[in-house]
């Protein structure tokens, strides 16, 4: 059987930008989505590059505002500023806060939660659990792998447990992919609708090394 994830057809995101020129060229390549990441202890910190003005003019219909912990007033005035098309909360916000949210936003902006995994597979297994009250208020999951620190960490976790629950709608996949494991992929079941790339795919942080995208985005079709 093949290993490489050619009939799987992924949608890609590229996350933590915060370079114009390399933004633009990630569009011409047909990126999905574009994560920009609102989180002021991040590396990555988009407002440390680009303003909310210049995010809002960027014309793309999959940019991704990322926020830990933020609260619903801030996202909800970021969202409109720059035009965002999904906020992702990568933090530890609860049900009350995403129904909160959901109520606050823009009917058209959706809302992607993280689930970071780690190696309590029974925490991870009720965190599932509680999405059943909230597929009404998000669009998707994102699967990353936990640590200490939020946001990216460049490593993977265990992709089989994926394989031991079911997924109750479409999700993204992070966590250290790359050129290395991207072979992996096809040991996914339920296969995700889209990889979310970040750190394995810089020559530091917040600048991305777009000819390792492309062969990436190559292997992807």
Excluded at 79 to 98: P, R, T
Excluded at 143 to 166: A, M, P, R
Excluded at 178 to 188: A, G, K, R, V
Aim: hydrophobic share 35%.
């Amino acid at each position: 059987m093949s290993q490489q994830p050619s009939t799987n057809n992924y949608q890609l995101k590229v996350c933590g930008l915060t370079k114009m020129d390399q933004i633009q060229e990630l569009i011409s390549l047909n990126t999905n989505f574009l994560g920009f990441i609102f989180y002021e202890k991040s590396p990555r910190f988009v407002l440390n590059h680009l303003s909310l003005e210049e995010i809002s003019e960027i014309n793309h219909q999959g940019k991704v505002g990322v926020f830990v912990n933020e609260t619903v007033e801030k996202i909800s005035e970021i969202s409109e500023k720059a035009k965002l098309n999904f906020i992702q909360l990568h933090g530890d916000e609860d049900e009350e806060f995403v129904k909160k949210l959901r109520l606050s936003l823009s009917k058209n902006i959706k809302i992607i939660k993280v689930i970071r995994i780690g190696n309590d597979f029974e925490k991870f297994k009720n965190e599932i659990s509680k999405i059943s009250n909230l597929k009404s208020q998000i669009s998707n999951l994102l699967f990353d792998t936990d640590s200490k620190v939020f946001g990216g960490t460049g490593k993977t976790f265990d992709w089989q447990i994926l394989n031991e629950i079911e997924i109750p709608i479409p999700y993204f996949l992070s966590g250290g992919i790359s050129l290395e494991n991207i072979h992996q992929l096809s040991t996914i079941n339920h296969q995700p609708l889209a990889l979310d790339i970040n750190s394995k795919f810089e020559t530091e942080p917040g600048s991305k090394d777009l000819e390792k995208i492309k062969i990436f985005k190559s292997l992807l079709k």
